[in-house]
């Protein structure tokens, strides 16, 4: 069962406009989640977490449980925000994450 | 620190060879992870290891063995190549506080 969906395959915004990723996952423990980043060549990596509550480079992502939601959000997009985008969910034990089927990017200059 | 990485970087096979992918890390990580990315699919957990000598099946095991015979080197096994494991594969590793640190990748092409 699909833990962890992402509805939008491929999203193109304008640089200086908001872009919004979804998130919905499922899952009956405590959630912990994610969002991973892949930059063009570069390596997978970690964007933030929604146990530090911390903006990084721009983006927020606020975790809903009543609507089982962890959306990726900045207010204006960035040339360099182009990049596929994980949304990851911790499962319990041997710290393992499930991930969604990721979001591909692309900022219009 | 190289931190995560993976041999080789590239590479072809034909149906029904056998190859082993090699992930170290120098981190002292206990967990270590091998997944495969494909367009569409996100990436699926294959197999995984909580600490040497210990090996676990993922979302997607079939076809694939692994082993952990040191802590710091993880190693994907194909025995008998098939065209459906072609595919990116990374390897990441953590040391229990959730954050998975990922190697650059293989990218395998099975002819």
């Known amino acids: 069962a699909q833990r962890v969906t992402q509805p939008e395959k491929l999203l193109s915004v304008f640089k200086g406009a908001p872009v919004e990723l979804k998130c919905n996952y499922s899952?009956?423990?405590?959630?912990?989640l994610f969002w991973y980043v892949q930059y063009s060549r570069q390596r997978l990596q970690l964007l933030l977490r929604?146990?530090s509550r911390e903006s990084i480079k721009g983006f927020t992502a606020d975790l809903n449980k009543g609507e089982t939601s962890f959306h990726l959000k900045k207010p204006f997009a960035q040339e360099e925000d182009s990049a596929m985008y994980y949304c990851a969910l911790s499962l319990y034990g041997n710290n393992r994450l499930a991930f969604g089927k990721g979001n591909q990017v692309v900022v219009i200059p | 620190n190289a931190g995560v990485t993976q041999t080789p970087k590239f590479r072809v096979l034909k149906t029904g060879q056998s190859m082993t992918l090699l992930c170290a890390q120098d981190?002292?990580?206990?967990?270590m992870y091998w997944y495969r990315q494909d367009p569409g699919m996100g990436l699926r957990l294959i197999h995984y290891?909580?600490?040497?000598?210990?090996?676990a099946k993922g979302e997607v095991p079939d076809g694939y063995n692994v082993s952990r015979l040191k802590k710091q080197n993880f190693l994907l096994g194909l025995e008998s190549a098939a065209p459906s494991q072609t595919s990116v594969y990374f390897c990441?590793?953590?040391?229990?506080?959730?954050?998975?640190?990922f190697g650059p990748g293989t990218r395998l092409t099975v002819l």
């Open positions: 981190m002292n990580h206990e967990y």
């Open positions: 899952y009956s423990g405590s959630p912990e």
């Open positions: 290891s909580v600490g040497e000598g210990t090996t």
């Open positions: 990441a590793s953590t040391h229990g506080a959730i954050e998975q640190f």
């Open positions: 929604h146990i």
